[in-house]
Nanobody
């Protein structure tokens, strides 16, 4: 049983930064891939960024957000810079322990690739 816990959300003004963390527990082996998704009120959950041996980003965040991981501590991060009002959402991390042999990292954007999900952390624009 894998548990994912996100932290680091909060209320920020446009242009500011936040760093989200996703701590995994329950497995001794690190996740093959970790994805970050977000869901704004009244909208579907959407992909933000993912990391495996490489990274993959949604176009809307590609220049502003950076995904990384600390394998030794089973933790993934999402550094969010230059936040915009439209970034307001609940951010969730997801993890898969199944190997994906795709030719690129675009599979990280597919929700059905992940077996484990966190509860999410709220990011709000206070401008």
């Amino acid at each position: 049983q894998v548990t994912l816990v996100e932290s680091g959300g909060g209320s920020v003004q446009a242009g500011e930064s936040l760093r989200l963390s996703c701590q995994a527990s329950g497995r001794t082996v690190g996740a093959y891939g970790v994805g970050w998704f977000r869901q704004a009120p009244g909208r579907e959950r959407e992909f933000v960024a993912g990391i495996t041996w490489g990274t993959y980003y949604a176009e809307s965040v590609k220049v502003r957000f950076t995904v990384s991981r600390d394998n030794a501590n089973n933790t993934a991060f999402l550094q969010m810079n230059s936040l915009k009002p439209e970034d307001t959402a609940v951010y969730s991390c997801a993890a898969t322990y199944e190997m994906n042999t795709g030719s690129n990292n675009s599979w990280l954007a597919r929700r059905d690739e992940y077996e484990n999900w966190g509860q999410g952390t709220q990011v709000t624009d206070s401008s």
